[in-house]
């Protein structure tokens, strides 16, 4: 290996590996397949992400947001309808992913999803979801066509309210291009959740969406979202965010909340946040009881393709509309800059983990948020985050 390709493994090696124990497990996928091309005269990078399990591989249980369960026990596939479709990555197959989850809706059974016969199955529209989705075998499911318009959210789910719905096993590619590009708009995201509650969303890899890897926004008459557990996923690359947080919990029940732990979370550009609290309606919509916690994650050391909100914090908490309490936020590491809370108004000051730059004393308009133990590096270690190589593109 030449003195160059030597820098180039080294330098996207040091961008995502850690050096704690929890960090090391988290990224397992990483050192499992990767791939370096030669693409003259410039050097691509191309990282293969192996099968599951995905996230930090720890368990840790949360300590301030208690009482959410999220869809409570997985459901067994056993009597599930099982997805029947082409899956060659050529022949459209969203058709019969339509038709298959409305007819386990329907039943109130899950959605059983096989490996594909081929390299993926492939999507051209949104599936709308009533039941759980259980992957088998980690099934690689990619989105083609999205401009971020709002017509290719891969999986929506509305206003549901069932005891309880799970979205696991699965490898989601929303077709966003990583080298950089801009999007036509910040609309089609991978599992998006409108007012509904009772779901977990564990152990998948989301990746590359043209909006943001996971939504929590308001139903159709406003509701929020309730009871959500986000545990134990791969979260990389979104257009937008990892996961916004548009309208959840309830102000007086800790159980209606959301907890997001043991995730491995890396964004590679700048528009917005990793984590983002934004309801967009200070008198409809709120953030309630989160627990944001003993998560991986990775955000660029300076501003990269920000667009018109170029952000280097790992968490952004929004001005003006922005409403709630009870905000945990701890024990989260990775790569993210020394600052724990900072920024200016127009986002400048990082890299950092909690932008803070619109807010007032005490965090104000938001009530009781905590910040503890959040190390960049891990460890124990507070450092500045590395700089990521150049023409990094991670797909399946």
Known sequence: MSTGLKSIFFSGCAYLHRFSQEQRAATRFVRAIVAFVIITPTVSITLLAQQGPFGTGASRTPVNVTGVTGGGT????????VLSAAGNCSTDDTSAFQAAAASAAAKSVP???PAPSGSCYKLTGTVEIGSSVIGINYPLIKMFGATGSGSHEMFRIDDYTGSGLWVTGLRLDGGWDVTGQGAGGEGDGL??????????????????ADGDNIYLGSGGSGAANRNILINSNTLINPYR????LINVGTQNTTSSGVVIINNVITKLNSFVGAIDFEPNNASTEGDWNVELAYN??????????GGSQPMTFAV????GTGHGANIYLHDN???????????TSNGQGGPGFLYVGNLGSNFSPWVNVQVQNNASGGGGTTTT??????NLRIIP
């Not at 965010?241 to 916004?244: D, F």
């Not at 993210?336 to 809370?341: K, M, N, P, T």
């Not at 985050?385 to 150049?390: D, E, H, I, S, V």
Request: net charge negative; hydrophobic share 35%.
């Open 241 to 244: 965010c990892n996961i916004a």
């Open 191 to 208: 599992v998006d959740l409108y007012g509904s509650r009772n779901v977990t969303i564990q152990d998948n890899l989301l990746q590359n």
């Open 385 to 390: 985050a590395p700089a990521a190589p150049k």
């Open 111 to 113: 959605l059983v999803i």
């Open 74 to 81: 997985e459901p067994s596939t056993s009597g599930g309808v």
């Open 316 to 319: 952004t908490l929004t001005a």
């Open 296 to 305: 991986n994650i990775t955000i660029p050391p300076t501003q990269r393709n």
């Open 333 to 343: 590491f990775g790569s993210f800059g020394s600052i724990q809370e900072g920024g």
